[in-house]
T-cell receptor
Framework: GQNIDQPTEMTATEGAIVQINCTYQTSGFNGLFWYQQHAGEAPTFLSYNVLDGLEEKGRFSSFLSRSKGYSYLLLKELQMKDSASYLCAPQDSNYQLIWGAGTKLIIKP | SAVISQKPSRDICQRGTSLTIQCQVDSQVTMMFWYRQQPGQSLTLIATANQGSEATYESGFVIDKFPISRPNLTFSTLTVSNMSPEDSSIYLC???????????FGQGTRLTVV
C-alpha cells in the first residue's frame, strides 16, 4: 500500500527554525512535492525534490533521502504568515501525487 | 503556471439536490483532477477528468454520484448528485501538465448540505 506519515501539528516561535518531517511508502517514486495550505485556501506549491539532498529556496529548504523514504521541509526565520498546513506529496510510478494529511504549523509571537 | 477559476466558492444545498462546480483554466492543460478535502484532513482524489471521454474514478467514487465533464483542455465540471450531509466538504479542482509537473489548484468550493 501507499502511506504518508507527517506530524499532525507543530508549534514554533516567530523568528525561529522548524523542521517538518515526512516519511513515505509508495509504489515507485518520481519525486516529492511540498505544498503550503492556509486555512480556507487552496494548496500552493513550495518545493520539489527528485534527487537526494537539500534544495534551498529563500527561507524554505527541502531535503530528500530516497533510500530512507524520508523528506523534510525546513522553515527559517519564521513569520506569523507561515502559520498554515504543510502537505507532503510523493509521486508514484504512475506520476500520481499521494497526499499526506498535512502538518498544521502554529507560529507564536 | 496556471490560473484557475473555480465556481461557486461556497454553497448551502438541500439534501437530495445536485450542485455543479465549474473549473476554468487560463491555458490548455493535459490533466485535470477533482479532489475532496474534509477539514484537517488529506486531499482525496475523486477522479481524473479526461478530455473527450469518461472520467477515471478512484475507488469509492462512482460516475452516478459524481458525474464529470471535460469538453476541452481548459474547462471541467463536477456534479455532486443527490446530496446528503455526508457530502459536505471542500471540493478542489487541480491541473497539471504532462503528469509530472507541479499541481495548481482552484480556490475550492465549500459545500454544506443541510
Amino acid at each position: 500500500g501507499q502511506n504518508i506519515d507527517q506530524p499532525t501539528e507543530m508549534t514554533a516561535t516567530e523568528g525561529a527554525i522548524v523542521q517538518i518531517n515526512c516519511t513515505y511508502q509508495t509504489s515507485g517514486f518520481n519525486g516529492l512535492f511540498w505544498y503550503q495550505q492556509h486555512a480556507g485556501e487552496a494548496p500552493t506549491f513550495l518545493s520539489y525534490n527528485v534527487l537526494d539532498g537539500l534544495e534551498e529556496k529563500g527561507r524554505f529548504s527541502s531535503f530528500l533521502s530516497r533510500s530512507k523514504g524520508y523528506s523534510y521541509l525546513l522553515l527559517k526565520e519564521l513569520q506569523m504568515k507561515d502559520s498554515a498546513s504543510y502537505l507532503c506529496a510523493p509521486q508514484d510510478s504512475n506520476y500520481q501525487l499521494i497526499w499526506g494529511a498535512g502538518t498544521k504549523l502554529i507560529i507564536k509571537p | 503556471s496556471a490560473v484557475i477559476s473555480q465556481k461557486p466558492s461556497r454553497d448551502i444545498c438541500q439534501r437530495g439536490t445536485s450542485l455543479t462546480i465549474q473549473c476554468q483554466v487560463d491555458s490548455q492543460v493535459t490533466m485535470m483532477f477533482w479532489y475532496r478535502q474534509q477539514p484537517g484532513q488529506s486531499l482525496t482524489l475523486i477522479a481524473t477528468a479526461n478530455q473527450g471521454s469518461e472520467a477515471t474514478y478512484e475507488s469509492g467514487f462512482v460516475i452516478d454520484k459524481f458525474p464529470i465533464s471535460r469538453p476541452n483542455l481548459t474547462f471541467s465540471t463536477l456534479t455532486v448528485s443527490n446530496m446528503s450531509p455526508e457530502d459536505s466538504s471542500i471540493y478542489l479542482c487541480s491541473v497539471r501538465n504532462e503528469g509530472a509537473g507541479e499541481a495548481f489548484f482552484g480556490q475550492g468550493t465549500r459545500l454544506t448540505v443541510v
